[in-house]
Structure formats: C-alpha cells, structure tokens
C-alpha cells in the first residue's frame, strides 16, 4: 500500500464544474503540498499546509490532519485546469525529514 | 529570482555513455532535492541535500548513479554508464531548510537514452 494515496486516478470535467481531488496518507508529515504539472511537464506548487483550508483564486486545499486526509478542490473548472495534480506529504519522522513522499496524480482533463 | 534553474533540458546519448545533469537551486535555499519521473514510477526521490550534505541517497538506483554538491549554488546528477531504463525526466528542487517551507522545481531535463 502507497503511503499517499490519490483519488481519482483520472478525472473529466465539463467547463464550469466543481471539482474535488483527494489525497489520503498513513505517515506522519509536517506538511502536505498540491502540485500541478502541466502537460509541458513543469511542476508548480499550488499549496503548502499543515491545517485547516488554503485559498487562491478557484483552488482550495484543505486538511484534516486527525483523519489524514486532503483534499484539492476546483470551483468553475476551466479547459486550462487541465493537468495532472500531485498530492505530496512531507514526512515528518525517518532519514527523509526533507523529502516529499508523492501520490501517483490525477489527469483531470476539463472539456470546454 | 530565475527559479530553480536546470540543464540541458534536453539530452538524447547513447547507451553507456556519460551523461551529467546540473541543477541551479534558489539562492538562499540550504535544502537540494534530485527526483526522477517516468511513467511507471511517478516522482521518486533519488537523493536529497541539505547545507550541501547528502542526507539521504537511499533512491540512488545503483552505483551508476551519483550526485554532487561542491557549493550552495551547484549540483550535478551523473549517469556512467548510461542505460535506457534510465530514460525519464530528472526534476531539481530546492527548498529554505524547516517544515514550513515549499518546494520550488526546476523545469526537469528529459532524458533519453537510445
């Protein structure tokens, strides 16, 4: 069983839908990051958090550090929303304190 | 700032040559980070820099594989001899040291080796 676990593993989406990832993980982190990676390949980090609910323009994050889960929402999906979001725990314990330990992504693909 | 700054971006060798990826971090950010994506794997960490120091290089494939850090501001990631599994995209990310702190990546060079 993968530490981080990440569903759906593909996601499709009509324009303007609300959309909601989720990321669940069995380690003890200090933080959980979402990155998009776009179909260019580059990865950006959308949120860094350790509780409660993060906002940036249509993405949301939010954490419940009891149930040790996340979740990344979309609210008015847009075709350019379309990537591949990577939900990631930094592990709190272990000879990787730094390191980030991933979820396999999901494709979220929005049709216009 | 550039961001983390990575090169080439681009490789295509043959096997069993040589091949050496370069990372610029973000000046400032004591903690360096080589992952390796391919298709099968997802992201995997292959080894992780803190001050300059290898923390942990549990993700180093084989002795094929190596990873230098001579400075704050430099780092490279050696392939010899190269093979064609090892065909991925090598990310470099970088990061201020502490638990509240982001990541930054670099755009990944995309290895291929034929």
């Known amino acids: 069983k993968n530490e981080v676990e990440q569903s759906p593993q593909n996601l499709t989406a009509q324009e303007g839908e609300f959309i909601t990832i989720n990321c669940s993980y069995s380690v003890g982190i200090s933080a959980l990051h979402w990155l998009q990676q776009h179909p260019g390949g580059g990865i950006v980090s959308l949120f860094m958090l350790s509780s409660g609910k993060k906002k940036h323009g249509r993405l949301i994050a939010t954490i419940n550090i009891q149930e040790k889960h996340s979740s990344l929402h979309i609210t008015a999906s847009h075709p350019r929303d379309s990537a591949v979001y990577i939900c990631?725990?930094?592990?709190?314990?272990?000879?990787?304190?730094?390191?980030?330990?991933f979820g396999k992504g999901t494709k979220l693909s929005v049709k216009p | 700032d550039a961001g983390v700054i990575q090169s080439p971006r681009h490789e295509v060798t043959e096997m069993g040559q040589e091949v050496t990826l370069r990372c610029k971090p973000i000046s400032g950010h004591n903690s360096l980070f080589w992952y390796r994506q391919t298709m099968m794997r997802g992201l995997e960490l292959l080894i992780y820099f803190n001050n300059n120091v290898p923390i942990d290089d549990s993700g180093m494939p084989e002795d094929r594989f190596s990873a230098k850090m001579p400075n704050a501001s430099f780092s490279t990631l050696k392939i010899q001899p190269s093979e064609p599994r090892d065909s991925a995209v090598y990310f470099c990310?970088?990061?201020?040291?502490?638990?509240?702190?982001?990541?930054?990546f670099g755009s990944g060079t995309r290895l291929t080796v034929v």
């Open positions: 990310a970088s990061s201020p040291t502490g638990i509240n702190y982001g990541y930054t």
């Open positions: 990631a725990a930094k592990a709190l314990y272990g000879g990787s304190q730094g390191n980030l330990i």
